[in-house]
């Protein structure tokens, strides 16, 4: 059974950095683009990093860019997210997820595949 649990998630500072971890078990990552989704308090499920499967091409939304950077371990079926400089507006609870969209499609967020539970960042702003 396929499987994604994040870790990692804290109460930080302003201007703290925080890394989150996501374990996969049951499948491989090596064959799916990986996705870090986050949801704030109230709104809806925002998409704010891909990485592809080898690794080499990554994106971020612009909420998030230069402060988060995205990786990922396919020896280990990891993936992970270093977030540096926190902000108020990152408070939420941030999510791991496969997919198998390209990139002109990487917001339809209802077509990802397997998902984990998420992980709560909470500012202490």
């Known amino acids: 059974q396929a499987q994604l649990v994040e870790s990692g998630g804290d109460l930080v500072q302003p201007g703290g950095s925080l890394t989150l971890s996501c374990a996969a078990s049951g499948f491989a990552i090596k064959f799916w683009s990986m996705n870090w989704v986050r949801q704030r308090p109230g709104e809806g499920p925002e998409w704010i990093s891909f990485i592809a499967p080898g690794g080499k091409d990554l994106r971020y939304a612009d909420s998030v860019k230069g402060r988060f950077v995205i990786s990922r371990d396919n020896t280990e079926n990891t993936l992970a997210l270093k977030m540096d400089n926190l902000e108020p507006g990152d408070t939420a609870l941030y999510y791991c997820?496969?997919?198998?969209?390209?990139?002109?499609?990487?917001?339809?967020?209802?077509?990802?595949?397997?998902w984990g539970r998420g992980t709560q960042v909470t500012g202490s702003f």
């Open positions: 997820s496969a997919s198998a969209v390209p990139l002109t499609r990487i917001s339809n967020l209802n077509e990802y595949t397997y």
